[in-house]
């Protein structure tokens, strides 16, 4: 019986530690934070169209089409009840795409919980950022999407 045990637990053992070792080595280090962010600027788009959609429990969770002319935010349109227009003075609640690089930056360099962002194959953005910045504390998570980026479009 106890050599059936140890069969089990043995292969068990060996894909939970691929796991481990897959959340350590998988996306959100800063090589790949660093490529990708090559790519982005090597592309020099500095005026552009894309969705930003936060989900936290930081105050604001919803889709907006975010516009960028010169690196800088000039238009929010939010997607929820009308679609109305955000007020310049809430631009801060958005972000860049290099917003969205620092932000990753910022994690790695907090040796936060747990750290996976996707990027964009071809320009290198950040296309899934999910955070969650301690171990046992609860909402503290934020995940943040950002897709249908359109480059040139102002």
């Known amino acids: 019986m106890q050599r059936s045990k140890t069969l089990f637990l043995a292969p068990l053992l060996f ?18 934070l660093d ?3 090559a790519k982005w600027l090597d592309a020099g788009i500095a005026n552009y169209t894309y969705r930003e959609d936060r989900s936290c429990f930081c ?9 960028v002319a010169n690196g800088e935010i000039v ?6 009840q ?5 007020a310049p003075e809430n631009f801060n609640m958005f972000d860049t795409v290099i917003d969205l690089f620092d932000m990753v930056d910022e994690a790695i360099d ?5 750290l996976e962002v ?3 194959q071809r320009l290198g953005f950040p296309t899934i950022i ?3 910045y301690q171990e046992n504390t609860i909402d503290d998570e934020v995940t943040i999407t950002a897709t249908a980026l359109i480059p040139g479009t102002n």
Not at 75 to 80: A, E, L, N
Not at 82 to 86: E, G, H, K, L, Q
């Open 82 to 86: 009308d679609s109305t227009d955000v």
């Open 75 to 80: 238009s929010v349109r939010g997607f929820w």
């Open 35 to 37: 490529d990708n962010r």
């Open 118 to 120: 996707t990027y964009d």
């Open 59 to 67: 105050g604001f969770v919803g889709p907006a089409e975010v516009i």
């Open 15 to 32: 894909i939970l530690s691929g796991c481990l070792i897959g959340d350590v080595l998988g996306s959100g280090n800063q090589n790949e």
């Open 110 to 114: 907090r040796n936060v919980h747990e």
């Open 130 to 132: 999910t955070i969650d």
